[in-house]
Each structure stands twice: as structure tokens, then as C-alpha cells.
């Protein structure tokens, strides 16, 4: 065939397709092999990326090498390695080679994963997998059930969607839901998406562990009763993102059953921590949820894309999403064999189940328990190291792999506003360096770094480095404090 005949098929020929692939291949365990050598942070304006890639949709080919090449040198190198030892922000994606090349099967293949006629293997490991995550979390294994989703937030969607069709039905105008306010900005996100209302939603402040005030909580919703209004979800965390912190997920457990409210748990970034052992002491009382979100592309170690949803009964979520329409009549099938586009919202889905699969069975579950305990273990290091520094205070101890502290060097006697400022410039320093991604939250009204360490590959050799760096910066911002007292 000539190149144009090939080009408007859309191919290349075998042999350029095998030597693309190896180009790849060999692009990306490079990558795995020496990340640890680069820069983690990377900055770049929107003029600078204009004019990197700014260019009109072209009408005629370029050799497939060249377009490669372009991608490599010019678009892979312009984003932030999350899965870098010293990239210690946000939730860190460490990732995995094997569901890397998961990924790259799944998509080589094409594999549909909405309908079991489509693809009963896929369906069915869909299957196998959520009832492995079903048994580690307690949940039912016959009667409960999930669905793999992009992440969390559409987990925490999907999940809000079906507690308000089991609970309200048709009318929910009458609903009220309930969070803390260190819940995820995805919940509200899913909670404006599915159309409720400013008033519906109630923010339970938290106490000084960040946990949910429960007596606040129980105060709201007496008083909710009492105007006639309908509560009936309450979003517990696992594992809030500032912190950490889990909520009293049993006494939440005991309002839910006595108020006859949905118990929605976002273990999003928290929940993988019940594979270990002080996880699953803080994580007591998670299988009385009635859905639960996990976020396998956190700290399952997955690569994007994909989050899970568990509910305690499968039929809530076909009851919830389930369509009847006539071209899809041929392929409904009996209902043991599960068509996952019944049980969700996207009908076209990829297999995010593969590579879940792929990476387990490859390293072993108790691998994966392991890397959990070592991560929780580093941020107790940690703030071992930070408490027995003259200069730093913990501000919220290492919980669940999550740590926060400030720059506060003893017998300074620096105001509030000299910290904040002292520890937000550590941060811009830190970050300008690119030797480190390290950016600060708010806690109680104080500028503090964060570090979430559920990277494997980080090491305390890693954390001291990065500590004596924003040491030296934070003597430098001292000195010109020093020089100019406000
Ligand atoms: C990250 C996170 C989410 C959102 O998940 P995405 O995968 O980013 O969509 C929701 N809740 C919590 C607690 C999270 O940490």
C-alpha cells in the first residue's frame, strides 16, 4: 500500500508500528528509571505555551517519528512529575509501571467496558475486583456491589445520585444533605451538579482535630426536622485532604441508622489505609456506610484514570441508573451478568478494572500493604524529626500519611502574620527551586506546608533534604524580618 493509502485508512505499516511502540516503550521506562533525577516542578505561562504549541489544525501528514518526537521534547517535559519522591502536595499520584502498561492494553484493545455482552471478561473482572475491595472494606460481597469510575469526584457523584433516588425519589425539594467542612470540594461540586439548592446544603464546622462536631451535627438536623424538611445524607470523610483526618465514623454510623440518613463515606484519599494496620483502627466503622467512595489512582497506586464507588446493595445502583432503551434491547442479558452501564453514568467506559488487576496480582496484596505502612510510617518520622527541631512546629500531627507543620523557630516570639509570610515565601522558594513541590494550606487561619507522603519511592533522606532547604529559606525570610519589623 502507499502512504496515502495507509494515511487514509488511519495505519502505519507493521513495522513502523512496531518500532513506534518500542520508541515508546523505551520513552517510558526511561522515565521510570530516572525521575528521580529530575526536577518535579515545572512552570510555564499560557504566552510561553502558545507559542510552543500554538498551530493550525494541519491538513497533511508528518511522519509519525517527528510527532513523536514534538510530544516528547516539547509537551511530556511541560507538567509537574507527580510521581517524584520530593512531590509532596495535592494527593501525589506515585503510579505503577505494570497498570501503566494495563492502561496501554486496555486502550491497544479498544475493550468496551459498559455491557457484558460486549465484553464478558471485562464485566467479570469488573466483578472480581470490586469484591476484592468489597471484602477489604467489610462490606456485603453477594448482596453489595460498586463501579469503577474516572475518580473521585464522579464516585462521589454517582454515589450522591443514588442516595437521593433511594431516599427522596422523585421529590427531593424538601432534602437536606450534610458535610464538614473539611469535606471535599467535590462533594459540593456533585451536590450542585445533581440540583440542589444553597439552602439544602448544612457545613457541620469541624473541632480542633478537624473531626466533624457531632453534637452541632445533631443540632442541625433536629432543627431541620422541626422547620419539616427531609434530612437525609450525611457525607463523613475518610481521610480529609488537609489532614487526613477521619471522622467518628461509627457514632456517624449510630446518627445515620437513628435518623434514617444515607451514610455517604469519601475515603477517596483516606480509604486505602485500611490495608494496614493503624488504617484500619482509625477506619473502624467504614463498612456501616452505605456507599463509599476510594480513589485507586491516590493511594492504590494506580495511574489516572479511575475511582471506585462501593454500596452496600448492588440494586440501589441499578434501580438508580438503569434505562431501557430499545438499541440497547439485544444486549440486557440476565442479571447475574452485570451490564455496568446499569450502574452508573457513562455507557462507553474503558477497563479501568485491568490494571487494579494487573498490579495486584503482579505484586501481591501484601506488597501493596507494605508500601501503605511505610508511607504512614514516614509521616510519623517525620514529625519526630519536625518536634525535635528548634525551628519547626507540627500543626496537625502525621495522620494517615498526611502531615502539616510551619516554620516557627523557638524564642522568636513572631506574630501570626511574620509566620504566614515567612512560611508562605519557604513555599514559593521551595517551589521556585523545582527541587521540591511543596505548597502550603490553611489551617485554622494559619499559613502551613503540607506534606502527603503516600509515594513508596520517598525516602526520609528525600524529607531531610527538602527540610534543610526550606531551612535555609526560612532564615533568610527571619533576616528580613529581622531588618523590617512590621
Ligand atoms: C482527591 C479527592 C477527591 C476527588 O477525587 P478525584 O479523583 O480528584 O476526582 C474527593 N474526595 C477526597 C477526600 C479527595 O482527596
Redesign the pocket.
Known amino acids: 500500500m502507499t502512504r496515502d493509502d495507509l494515511n487514509s485508512k488511519l495505519r502505519i505499516s507493521k513495522e513502523e508500528m512496531q518500532q513506534y511502540g518500542y520508541k515508546i516503550i523505551d520513552h517510558i521506562v526511561n522515565h521510570f528509571e530516572t525521575q528521580n533525577s529530575k526536577k518535579p516542578v515545572t512552570f510555564a505561562s499560557r504566552e510561553e505555551m502558545d507559542s510552543l504549541l500554538t498551530e493550525n489544525i494541519p491538513d497533511n501528514p508528518t511522519p509519525a517519528n517527528e510527532v513523536l518526537d514534538f510530544v516528547m521534547n516539547n509537551i511530556i517535559p511541560n507538567s509537574n512529575i507527580v510521581s517524584h519522591p520530593k512531590s509532596y502536595s495535592f494527593?501525589p499520584g506515585p503510579s505503577n509501571y505494570i497498570s501503566a502498561m494495563a492502561d496501554t492494553i486496555a486502550t491497544g484493545f479498544n475493550i468496551f467496558s459498559g455491557g457484558w455482552a460486549a465484553s464478558p471478561a471485562a464485566a467479570e473482572l469488573e466483578i472480581i475486583v470490586m469484591n476484592w475491595l468489597l471484602n477489604i472494606f467489610g462490606f456485603p460481597t453477594k448482596k453489595g456491589g460498586g463501579i469503577f469510575t474516572?475518580?473521585?469526584?464522579?464516585a462521589?457523584l454517582t454515589a450522591l445520585v443514588t442516595a437521593r433516588r433511594i431516599k427522596c425519589g422523585d421529590d427531593f425539594s424538601k432534602a437536606i444533605i450534610y458535610l464538614s467542612d473539611q469535606a471535599?470540594s467535590?462533594?459540593i461540586k456533585a451536590i450542585k451538579v445533581i440540583g440542589f439548592k444553597k439552602e439544602q446544603i448544612r457545613i457541620i464546622p469541624t473541632d480542633i482535630e478537624f473531626k466533624v462536631a457531632l453534637n452541632k451535627l445533631k443540632n442541625v438536623i433536629a432543627k431541620d426536622r422541626l422547620e419539616g424538611l427531609q434530612p437525609f445524607c450525611f457525607i463523613a470523610?475518610a481521610?480529609?485532604?488537609n489532614t487526613g483526618t477521619v471522622d467518628p465514623l461509627n457514632e456517624i454510623a449510630d446518627i445515620c441508622e437513628k435518623e434514617g440518613l444515607w451514610m455517604h463515606v469519601?475515603?477517596?484519599?483516606?480509604g486505602a489505609a485500611i490495608l494496614s494496620s493503624k488504617g484500619k483502627l482509625l477506619l473502624k466503622g467504614i463498612e456501616r456506610a452505605d456507599s463509599l467512595?476510594v480513589?485507586p489512582?491516590?493511594w492504590f497506586y494506580q495511574p489516572y484514570?479511575i475511582?471506585c464507588l462501593l454500596i452496600k446493595d448492588h440494586s440501589w445502583l441499578s434501580s438508580t441508573f438503569s434505562e431501557k432503551p430499545e438499541y440497547l434491547r439485544d444486549i440486557e442479558g440476565n442479571e447475574s451478568e452485570i451490564n455496568f452501564y446499569d450502574h452508573g453514568i457513562q455507557l462507553t467506559r474503558r477497563f479501568r478494572a485491568l490494571k487494579f488487576y494487573m498490579s495486584i496480582k503482579t505484586f501481591g496484596l501484601e506488597s501493596f500493604k507494605k508500601a501503605i505502612q511505610y508511607n504512614i510510617d514516614l509521616a510519623e518520622q517525620t514529625e519526630d524529626i519536625l518536634r525535635n527541631s528548634a525551628y519547626w512546629e507540627i500543626t496537625s500531627p502525621a495522620t494517615l500519611a498526611i502531615i502539616n507543620f510551619r516554620y516557627n523557630p523557638i524564642g522568636q516570639g513572631l506574630s501570626e502574620k511574620e509566620l504566614d509570610s515567612i512560611n508562605q515565601n519557604i513555599s514559593k522558594k521551595i517551589v521556585d527551586s523545582r527541587e521540591a513541590l511543596l505548597v502550603t494550606t490553611v489551617l485554622q487561619g494559619q499559613i502551613v506546608l503540607r506534606m502527603c507522603l503516600i509515594n513508596p519511592r520517598t525516602t526520609i533522606d528525600d524529607i531531610n533534604s527538602t527540610l534543610q532547604q526550606c531551612e535555609v529559606y526560612g532564615k533568610e525570610e527571619l533576616k528580613l524580618i529581622q531588618k523590617n519589623p512590621t
Open positions: 494527593v474516572s475518580g473521585g469526584s464522579m462521589n471535599h467535590s462533594n470523610s481521610g480529609t485532604t469519601d475515603g477517596a484519599y483516606g467512595t480513589d489512582h491516590k484514570e475511582g
